[in-house]
């Protein structure tokens, strides 16, 4: 088992913005993000940025750390017991239907049998759900004092993942206003990416980003996770061995020069009308 991972990022996330502002703040670090940009676009920046996110685990959990992503098409069920339940479905479908196109990995939404289960539900019920789907151990009570949301997935002997769970506190997300993030962050990171950094940026991943939804940055380590130039089991030097040929790919296809525009195609933002 994967241990789980809480979602701690600082009150600057926002779920939704003002379009006016995003363009007039825009306008303002035009310069800046275009350097950004750059920086992130460059082969050991994307190659350290990968290592950081998929090959290390946050609290301790580093020993023998194996790459992991799903191998089988993913059966996504949405446990949505509060809120506003047709709006928080639609929500759920938009960024999952985002993720399958970025990675080509295949997630269907089920009623039965699934092996990822999404909880939508109050911050007072979150303690019985972890229990049930995640476990009770120390690491879960420290998620559950420290955290907003709240993730993990378990891998098979081939460090495959074959299951998942989120739990997302509907009531508390939205008075923190994280409930956005909390849907892309989680879901993006049971693809195979569950670490947090602050040396990577601009990503959902860095919790001193702004960023409540995938960066050009994010959608090429999608990409990376599901080339066919890694395979689930892989250690970090086997990774990094691998890595040059999925970049060089990515690379040669567009998909890293026309990152930011790539991301937005069917996206939740786009949904979202930001």
Avoid at 32 to 51: G, I, K, M, N, V
Avoid at 155 to 169: D, G, L, M, S, W
Wanted: charged residues 20%.
């Amino acid at each position: 088992m994967i241990p789980w991972r809480p979602l701690t990022g600082l009150a600057i996330r926002h779920g939704a913005r003002c379009r006016g502002l995003c363009l007039w703040l825009a306008s303002l670090l035009c310069l800046p993000t275009a350097l950004a940009a750059e920086r992130w676009q460059s082969d050991d920046y994307l190659t350290q940025s990968f290592l950081e996110i998929a090959m290390k685990r946050e609290y301790g959990h580093e020993q023998h750390v194996r790459f992991s992503r799903w191998q089988s098409p993913i059966r996504l069920k949405l446990i949505n017991e509060y809120g506003d339940k047709p709006l928080q479905a639609e929500v759920v479908k938009v960024q999952s239907q985002h993720l399958a196109r970025i990675t080509g990995q295949p997630i269907k939404l089920v009623e039965t049998n699934p092996n990822l289960t999404l909880i939508m539900t109050q911050r007072k019920q979150m303690a019985n759900w972890a229990g049930r789907t995640i476990g009770k151990d120390g690491s879960v009570k420290i998620a559950l004092k420290e955290g907003i949301c709240l993730a993990n997935f378990a891998t098979n002997a081939h460090f495959e993942i074959t299951r998942a769970t989120i739990i997302i506190p509907v009531d508390y997300s939205r008075d923190k206003g994280r409930f956005l993030d909390c849907v892309v962050e989680e879901l993006t990171q049971v693809m195979g990416l569950p670490n947090d950094s602050d040396k990577v940026f601009p990503s959902i991943f860095n919790d001193r980003s702004v960023d409540s939804f995938p960066t050009g940055l994010d959608y090429v380590l999608l990409k990376l996770a599901y080339h066919p130039a890694l395979q689930a089991g892989m250690n970090a030097d086997e990774v990094r061995s691998a890595l040059p040929i999925a970049l060089k790919a990515l690379r040669a296809n567009g998909d890293i020069t026309q990152a930011n525009q790539r991301v937005q195609i069917e996206s939740l933002k786009r949904w979202a009308g930001l």
